[in-house]
Each structure stands twice: as structure tokens, then as C-alpha cells.
């Protein structure tokens, strides 16, 4: 089983959709969850932590479930702007961050 | 301007060259990553520098070789290397290897082996 796990995608929706991504990470012991958010050709950027009682910024919902050890990001209102890869990251033993493969997000008019 | 640069952005070598890549952080950052982007591959963690002390090194073969002379600088040393090592090498730094903080990245060093 992968340590993090993610559907690849890619996930196409027209503007304005509501869409959401799941990741699995299989060490339980795993301390902090983060969602990176890279664009074509461009290094990761942090795009928000994963707090267990859930949390908000703006548009994006971060939710994390450690009894069943996935966490969630739903993208409200979706602008083309937010086309880009979705990296799951997840910090375990020794603050070692592990990194899902990534869901691609293709925003369409 | 993320923070940390990253030279060169592009690097093509053939496989008998050496050479180095570069990474400088001016975040106050303690901590220091080499991580490796493949295609459809999630990142690889490298190397882990915390306080200019190698804290990590995850079986990475030999022709890679860090060096980290300080809290702001982190090389890559590259030799006969294989064309399978091309693929995107991204550094990243963090305040503290035990601090759940998220890390930043450099642009990143597209080195293609020939």
C-alpha cells in the first residue's frame, strides 16, 4: 500500500463547480497534514495545513479523518485560475513530509 | 520570490560530466531538503539537512553527493550520473526538521542526462 494515496485524475469541471479530492496516508502515527498545490512546470506550494477539526480559507475546506486516516479539500465556486496539481502531503516519523502523487484539476469555461 | 533560489533552472549533462546544483534560502530556515520530481512519481526525499548536520539520507546512490556549508546554502553534487536520475530536483527549506511547519520550495533545477 502507498503511504500517501491519491486519485491522479484528472478532474475536469466547468467554473463555478464544487469539487472535491480525498487522500489516504497509511501510517497512523502520521502528526500533520498539509495540501500543496503545484502548477505545470512550477515547485509545490503550501496551500493550506489539515487541522482535526477541519478548516477554511476562503473557497478551500480541509477536513481530516484519522479513524479512517484520509483527509479531504473541497474547492467551492472553482475558478480557472485554480487549475493546477493537488498534492496530499502528509508529516510521520522524524517530520519526514511524504507526498501523494498528486489530482490534476483542469477548470473549463 | 519564493525564498529560496534555486541555480541552474536548466541543466543538460552528459553522463562522464560533474556538476552542481545550488539552493539559498533566506527564510532563517534551519532546515534544509534535496527532493526528486519524476514524472507521474510523487516527490522523493533525498537528503535532510537540519542545522548544517545531515540528518537523512534515503538510499540515495553515490553519484549524488550534498553539501551543506551553512544554514542558507545547500549543493547537489552531480557525477555519471544516468539518464533514468533526469527529472525535476526541487530543494526545500523549514524552520526545524521537528516542527510540524510546512515547507518552501525553490523553482527547481530541470536537469535532463544525456
Known amino acids: 500500500r502507498k503511504e500517501v494515496e491519491q486519485d491522479p485524475g484528472p478532474f475536469n469541471v466547468p467554473e463555478g463547480a464544487t469539487v472535491a479530492f480525498n487522500c489516504t496516508y497509511s501510517?497512523?502515527?502520521?502528526?500533520?497534514f498539509f495540501w500543496y498545490r503545484q502548477d505545470c512546470r512550477k515547485e509545490p506550494k503550501l496551500l493550506m495545513s489539515v487541522y482535526s477539526s477541519g478548516n477554511e480559507d476562503g473557497r478551500f475546506t480541509a477536513q481530516l479523518n484519522r479513524a479512517s486516516q484520509y483527509i479531504s479539500l473541497l474547492i467551492r465556486d472553482s475558478k480557472l485560475s485554480d487549475s493546477a496539481t493537488y498534492l496530499c502531503?502528509?508529516?510521520?516519523?522524524?517530520?519526514?513530509?511524504?507526498f501523494g502523487t498528486g489530482t490534476r484539476l483542469q477548470v473549463t469555461l | 520570490e519564493t525564498g529560496v533560489t534555486q541555480t541552474p533552472r536548466h541543466l543538460v549533462m552528459g553522463m562522464t560530466n560533474k556538476k552542481s546544483l545550488k539552493c539559498e534560502q533566506h527564510?532563517?530556515?534551519?532546515?534544509m531538503y534535496w527532493y526528486k520530481q519524476s514524472a507521474k512519481k510523487p516527490l522523493e526525499l533525498m537528503f535532510v539537512?537540519?542545522?548544517?548536520?545531515?540528518?537523512e539520507n534515503n538510499s540515495v546512490p553515490s553519484r549524488f553527493s550534498p553539501e551543506c556549508p551553512n544554514s542558507s546554502h545547500l549543493f547537489l553534487h552531480l557525477h555519471t550520473l544516468q539518464p533514468e536520475d533526469s527529472a525535476l530536483y526541487l530543494c526545500?527549506?523549514?524552520?526545524?526538521?521537528?516542527?510540524?511547519?510546512?515547507?518552501?520550495f525553490g523553482s527547481g533545477t530541470r536537469l535532463t542526462v544525456v
Open positions: 539537512y537540519s542545522l548544517e548536520e545531515r540528518v
Open positions: 527564510l532563517g530556515h534551519n532546515a
Open positions: 501510517n497512523s502515527a502520521s502528526q500533520s
Open positions: 502531503v502528509v508529516m510521520g516519523d522524524a517530520s519526514k513530509l511524504t
Open positions: 526545500a527549506s523549514s524552520h526545524a526538521t521537528g516542527i510540524s511547519y510546512g515547507y518552501t
